[in-house]
């Protein structure tokens, strides 16, 4: 099968070669229980980007696979269309990836962790080495009252206003985490511009000098035929950790959720080698949902 198809190598993809790939990862992600590209690759896919290459495996005209290599962080995910596993596609995709960095560092995402991942990584010497937890809550149980620090106050992020701020703290609240803390201006434009973007669930919280301490910045997106929120980044300031300020502006954003945007469901992600937010997140009542691997290349 391998011989019937080849792979193309694009810089930029067409609006229809971006409806064919939005299709194709909507019949895996339908398939497997889980979307098979991450936000950054999908904002990368849609709106474009310089550091994005884009790999297109056909079989005659239809396009029956997808890869996307992120040049400047060499990480690349892939998906092939449920139809046509098992013919070694992802392998010439995976080839066509590895050809492009062939002596850089590479990650590699699987979500939701399916053996298939491992069972086509292992062989080109891609090994499992980070752990992604996807954990989910009801919003129909008891959300607990923000208990907040002394002198903090907690308002709605202001577009045009607050980015600085926003990025200054979150580069220091995710010093040590691979993707978040390298987040720039442009990045938190992009989903700025995006339809689900809601700034009045976007919570600031500053202390009484006016300097901002944490945030939690919630999500609201579409699951099939309903809507499900988001812990889609909370991040404390270091020199603001350990008063309680993680757990107020958790609980402050499930009830935004809940009681304004009239959810039932939340979801967030957590690295497994964070115990601390784990621990936090378990106490609020969350738990295990699915799980995403990173590979990398180890030859």
């Given at each position: 099968m391998t011989g019937a198809v080849r792979v193309d190598r694009a810089e930029r993809v067409s609006i229809d070669e971006v409806d064919e790939v939005t299709e194709l990862a909507l019949a895996a992600g339908t398939a497997d229980g889980v979307a098979p590209?991450?936000?950054?690759?999908?904002?990368?896919?849609?709106?474009?980007?310089?550091?994005?290459?884009?790999?297109l495996a056909r079989a005659g005209t239809v396009l029956?696979?997808?890869?996307?290599?992120?040049?400047?962080?060499?990480?690349?995910?892939?998906?092939?269309?449920?139809?046509?596993?098992?013919?070694?596609?992802?392998?010439?995709?995976?080839?066509?990836?590895?050809?492009?960095v062939p002596d850089a560092p590479l990650r590699m995402w699987a979500h939701g962790d399916h053996p298939s991942a491992t069972a086509l990584g292992y062989p080109a010497g891609?090994?499992?080495?980070?752990?992604?937890?996807?954990?989910?809550?009801?919003?129909?149980?008891?959300?607990a009252e923000p208990v907040w620090p002394a002198g903090v106050r907690v308002r709605p992020f202001e577009p045009g206003v607050d980015e600085d701020a926003w990025l200054g703290v979150n580069a220091r609240a995710f010093a040590d985490h691979p993707d978040q803390g390298r987040w720039t201006r442009d990045d938190l434009l992009a989903r700025e511009h995006e339809p689900w973007f809601d700034p009045a669930g976007f919570l600031l919280a500053e202390d009484a000098t006016g300097a901002l301490v944490g945030f939690h910045w919630t999500?609201?997106?579409?699951?099939?035929?309903?809507?499900?929120?988001?812990?889609?980044?909370?991040?404390?300031?270091?020199?603001?950790q350990g008063g309680g300020l993680g757990a107020a502006l958790t609980?402050?954003?499930?009830?935004?959720?809940?009681?304004?945007?009239?959810?039932d469901q939340v979801l967030?992600?957590?690295?497994?080698?964070?115990?601390?937010?784990?621990?936090?997140?378990?106490?609020?009542?969350f738990v295990q949902w699915v799980t995403d691997v990173a590979f990398h290349r180890t030859r």
């Open positions: 590209l991450s936000e950054p690759f999908d904002l990368r896919l849609r709106h474009g980007g310089t550091d994005a290459l884009h790999l029956v696979g997808y890869a996307q290599l992120d040049t400047a962080g060499a990480e690349a995910e892939l998906v092939v269309h449920p139809a046509y596993r098992r013919r070694g596609i992802g392998r010439a995709l995976l080839d066509a990836v590895l050809a492009e891609l090994r499992r080495y980070r752990v992604l937890w996807q954990y989910r809550r009801d919003l129909l149980e008891p959300v999500k609201v997106h579409d699951e099939g035929q309903r809507q499900v929120g988001e812990v889609y980044v909370l991040g404390i300031d270091p020199d603001a609980a402050a954003g499930l009830r935004y959720l809940r009681d304004t945007r009239d959810l967030l992600y957590v690295d497994e080698d964070n115990p601390r937010a784990v621990a936090l997140y378990r106490k609020l009542g």
